[in-house]
């Protein structure tokens, strides 16, 4: 260490993992400074996840040393690592959901009063507290199983700055959370830093990596590619270091020509309050609604397939004038008129996770048969799509659960792929998803579209809203404030034009 380089916490030297005859990490090295926030970064596969169960005790590694402030650190097991401070919150929530939120928060380490029993008073106290850091205001004696995604994930993260660990290792910690909670977190993690804490952030996301980490370390196949400050990198240089490519290259050549009309909202109106708009989708075409979050890109999506109910207006589907479709059966109903919904939630609203990749794949195709028409073998479709989606999965029978953020996407948007669907709306076509996969996405997409269908999307990642796109509707107070060609829009267009409508004239 050269005179005047900050303190090294935790350094984690050479270390390699094997399971079976899969070499998962080759003499990869990893050091942690008090006080600083270190993204690690790379592709799904790469590694990170099982460099930080490692560092969790939940694996142990076959060659290479964990220190902790200069001295050797033996981690048999997770009790270990948080005896020794280090707290993690995985990806996959480990809350019990049969248990309230301040039995999961003492879990392993319930509180006790003098005769033995729980002091669950006390327990409540300070899940309450700790709930209250992230400014939650959620009862304590609430079951997990009645919270949602973003307030299950907020308490995982509670749970783990609970441990009062010198390191914390946040593993996709904003997945399921929207701006505002997203700025929350990042207040915590600061505080955290401000208290001499090292953070460790995996995430996907450019731009939190960009507003809230000092340093990043960046894996590939397994292997150690460089560790950089946060100000010397820039994002396309990131994007390079993970996949040997720049971000332009990411994202396929926009159509050439548009064909006809193929989805038409006229004079729709998404609540009482909002103005009516007019909007086309034509063959062959990738639409982006953009805007700020919250603004009314999802109830104009969910109407289409009978989530939200409209105030007013008309809709067409490949010509045909429709009735906005009701809640009940409106996916299945839209389904068989050739338009597939693909949820921002794919596991609590997409995919049936207990399920095989097969069953996920064609369970649409199951669902068009009449209820006692003879069973038909699908390998042949299940196969198709499996080879054209490039879904990494062992065995087609393999559970969807088991599989990355990425092929389970793959295996949403293949479910109606099997359909032959012509027109695919999509609630954040990457949520989740590493940048390989991204790219793979979007040339799904892109091929979906120049084969003669049609794409409508909203996503949080304004740049890929821009690089995917066509053409842009900005979305401000439930209704089409602007529509401009993505090749021509800007961050700064977009936001001029989401903040107010007002904008839009300037």
Avoid: W
């Avoid at 609203?349 to 649409?364: D, Q, T």
């Avoid at 009449?370 to 054209?388: C, E, H, I, N, Y």
């Avoid at 304004?462 to 995917?468: A, D, F, H, N, P």
Wanted: hydrophobic content about 45%; overall charge neutral.
């Amino acid at each position: 260490m050269s005179d005047g380089e900050p303190a090294c916490l935790i350094e984690m030297q050479s270390i390699s993992k094997a399971f079976g005859p899969s070499r998962v990490l080759r003499d990869v090295s990893l050091r942690l400074r008090p006080g600083s926030v270190h993204a690690l970064m790379g592709e799904n596969g790469a590694g990170k996840s099982t460099l930080m169960k490692i560092l969790a005790g939940v694996h142990r590694c076959d060659e290479g040393r964990i220190l902790k402030n200069g001295k050797p650190l033996h981690l048999p097991s997770p009790r270990e690592a948080l005896a020794a401070g280090i707290s993690t919150v995985f990806q996959e929530l480990s809350l019990l959901p049969n248990l309230t939120i301040a039995e999961n928060m003492f879990l392993g380490r319930e509180l006790l009063m003098r005769g033995g029993s729980l002091d669950r008073k006390r327990m409540r106290a300070e899940t309450a507290a700790a709930l209250a850091e992230l400014d939650l205001k959620l009862d304590p004696d609430q079951l997990v199983s009645t919270l949602s995604i973003a307030e299950r994930q907020f308490v995982e993260i509670a749970h783990g700055i609970k441990a009062d660990a010198s390191v914390l290792i946040l593993d996709e910690p904003t997945a399921a959370l929207n701006a505002a909670d997203v700025e929350v977190l990042n207040r915590s993690i600061r505080r955290l830093r401000a208290e001499g804490r090292a953070i460790v952030y995996i995430s996907h996301r450019m731009d939190e990596i960009f507003s809230i980490c000092d340093e990043v370390t960046v894996l590939k196949d397994g292997q150690f590619v460089g560790t950089r400050a946060i100000a010397d990198v820039t994002p396309d240089g990131l994007i390079a270091m993970m996949v040997g490519r720049e971000l332009a290259d990411l994202f396929p050549a926009r159509s050439a020509n548009l064909g006809k009309p193929v989805l038409e909202l006229s004079g729709f109106r998404a609540t009482p309050k909002a103005s009516a708009f007019d909007l086309t989708l034509h063959q062959g075409e990738i639409l982006g609604l953009a805007g700020l979050e919250g603004q009314g890109q999802q109830r104009i999506m969910r109407a289409l397939i009978g989530r939200h109910a409209p105030a007013g207006g008309t809709l067409r589907l490949h010509g045909q004038a429709l009735k906005f479709p009701s809640a009940a059966g409106g996916i299945r109903a839209m389904a068989r008129r050739g338009l597939g919904f693909v949820p921002e939630d794919r596991k609590e609203e997409g995919l049936m996770l207990g399920l095989s990749v097969a069953a996920n794949l064609v369970i649409g195709l199951h669902a068009e048969k009449p209820a006692f028409a003879p069973a038909r073998s699908l390998k042949g479709v299940v196969q198709r799509m499996t080879d054209a989606l490039r879904i990494k999965t062992a065995s087609s029978a393999t559970p969807v659960a088991s599989l990355s953020g990425g092929s389970q996407q793959k295996v949403l948007l293949g479910r109606y792929l099997a359909r032959e669907v012509k027109v695919l709306v999509i609630e954040e076509p990457t949520r989740g998803v590493d940048i390989g996969a991204k790219s793979e996405i979007y040339t799904l997409l892109r091929d979906f579209a120049q084969a003669g269908g049609a794409v409508l999307i909203t996503s949080r990642e304004t740049v890929e809203l821009i690089g995917l796109c066509d053409r842009l509707a900005v979305v401000h107070g439930d209704t089409v404030v602007v529509e401009l060609p993505a090749a021509e829009a800007t961050e700064h267009s977009i936001l001029a034009a989401a903040l107010t409508a007002e904008g839009v004239a300037a």
